[in-house]
């Protein structure tokens, strides 16, 4: 059974600061790795999505990584922003057929300060 | 930019009445879904729906949640006869396909609270 863990759980740094979101997922045969963001209260919005195939994916001021055999995706933020704050969800789905769930980490929530 | 869009945003009810949750996908968007986020739990997947029809659903997904579009446009999870514990905030979501390039993605949630 596929099980998502994310580390750290909650980070708190002070503007400017790059930094190294982790997910770790049990089953390294994935379809796909999406990274979300959610604001509190709020709906998820998809920041990154890495297929299978893929190394990593960049977007503005963000990198995601993705090392299958190893089970683990990193998402990279540079030049952090009090703007950044929220909760990083990874999420993945496995199989190109008849699965088309997303099993999501139980996020890291980030805090940048001013 | 399309998004995919959910009413209400907030339903109080009784345990044991029905709810509707309704849910507006992406107008050329072929594949729907809905998931639930318990109040400090991850976010877990439900029913994916195409073609009229469910695709997929979690164990989650009982005999009490049905799913719905009962126009081209709307989308629709029914809970019968709520428990306490279907207090969360559902998500709708939406994609094109479910080719590995293609995002879901996911409308602002109705938070559901069963008193």
């Known amino acids: 059974k596929q099980e998502v863990t994310q580390i750290p759980a909650a980070l708190s740094v002070p503007e400017g600061e790059n930094l190294v979101l982790n997910c770790s997922f049990t089953d390294s045969a994935i379809y796909n790795l999406q990274w979300f963001r959610q604001d509190p209260g709020k709906g998820l919005t998809s920041l990154l999505l890495i297929q299978s195939s893929q190394r990593e994916q960049t977007s503005g001021r963000l990198n995601a990584s993705l090392d299958k055999s190893s089970g683990r995706s990193t998402l990279y933020i540079a030049a952090s922003q009090p703007g950044d704050s929220a909760t990083y969800l990874c999420?993945?789905?496995?199989?190109?057929?008849?699965?088309?769930?997303?099993?999501f980490g139980t996020g890291t929530r980030l805090k940048v300060l001013a | 930019e399309p998004e995919v869009t959910q009413t209400p945003s907030h339903q109080v009810t009784q345990m044991g009445q029905e709810v509707i949750l309704r849910c507006v996908p992406i107008?050329?968007?072929?594949?729907f879904y809905w998931y639930r986020q318990i109040l400090g739990q991850k976010v877990e997947f439900l029913v994916s729906?195409?073609?009229?029809?469910?695709?997929?659903k979690s164990e989650i997904f009982d005999d009490q949640f049905s799913v719905e579009r009962p126009d081209g446009s709307n989308f629709t999870l029914k809970i019968r006869s709520t428990k306490l514990e279907d207090s969360a905030m559902y998500f709708c979501?939406?994609?094109?396909?479910?080719?590995?390039?293609?995002?879901?993605?996911f409308g602002p949630g109705t938070r559901l609270t069963v008193l």
């Open positions: 729906f195409y073609n009229n029809e469910i695709s997929e």
């Open positions: 999420a993945v789905r496995l199989g190109p057929s008849g699965t088309y769930k997303y099993i």
């Open positions: 107008s050329n968007h072929l594949y």
């Open positions: 979501a939406s994609s094109e396909s479910p080719r590995s390039t293609d995002t879901q993605y």
